[in-house]
């Protein structure tokens, strides 16, 4: 589905990093999905550092180190780009969060809830400024790009509520959740990451992931908990 592989994607971390001068060995399709997956961290990097409304298309290929005759190869405009960035952004974030949930000690109770957020929570120390794209507000984001977020939060509130449902079947005690819960679930943990990213205690959230889930299951159950960020 993908034109930029994930291994492309991941290239070069929060900086885009260039293809090798000189003669190479790379396709000409491997050049492209290299330079995409360029284009598209840097606009992330520039939506998760400014926000859309101050993006420009100029900014995004300095950062990735192409000419804007390239970034027009790819895309008609920085609404499109911006928006296939945050589905690609979600698409690997999906899969990692998949392997993360399929990894889960199942035996534990709401083990693939707590690994799905630990891994979400360690992926915001490891690229804070990709964090901030795939989980803050689209407000500002033109209509491409605010429907492809708000897609993505929906998807995953419904995962987040599935597996509540599964720890229901094994514990029935627990009361049923709703959508709308699922949501104020998933708000509050984006909340809880944010916080500690505009505060710069990312990693002391990773040592805090017992009660962020204690906050998602407490919102999930009965609709009230609540959590009180780092200093």
Not at 27 to 52: D, F, N, P, W, Y
Not at 100 to 105: F, S, Y
């Amino acid at each position: 589905m993908l034109e930029n592989p994930i291994g492309y994607w991941r290239t070069g971390g929060t900086e885009a990093e260039t293809l090798p001068s000189g003669r190479h060995h790379l396709t000409r399709e491997q050049v492209a999905a290299s330079q995409k997956g360029r284009i598209m961290r840097a606009a992330l990097h520039e939506l998760g550092l400014r926000g859309a409304n101050p993006m420009t298309i100029s900014a995004v290929v300095q950062r990735a180190r192409v000419a804007k005759k390239v970034f027009y190869d790819h895309f008609e405009g920085l609404a499109e780009c911006v928006a296939e960035a945050l589905l690609t952004l979600n698409v690997v974030a999906g899969t990692e969060m998949a392997k993360a949930a399929e990894a889960a000690d199942r035996s534990q109770p709401f083990g693939r809830v707590r690994a799905v957020l630990v891994e979400l929570i360690e992926s915001a120390e490891d690229e804070p400024i990709l964090t901030t794209a795939l989980l803050a507000p689209g407000f500002g984001l033109e209509e491409p790009g605010a429907k492809a977020w708000l897609f993505y939060q929906e998807v995953r509130s419904k995962m987040l509520m599935a597996w509540y449902d599964d720890e229901r079947e094994r514990t029935p005690s627990l009361p049923p959740t709703s959508l709308d819960r699922s949501r104020a679930a998933f708000a509050a943990f984006e909340y809880a990451i944010l916080t500690a990213l505009a505060s710069g205690t990312a990693e002391d959230l990773v040592a805090r992931a017992d009660e962020v889930v204690d906050l998602v299951v407490g919102i999930l159950s009965n609709g009230g908990a609540s959590f009180e960020p780092s200093p």
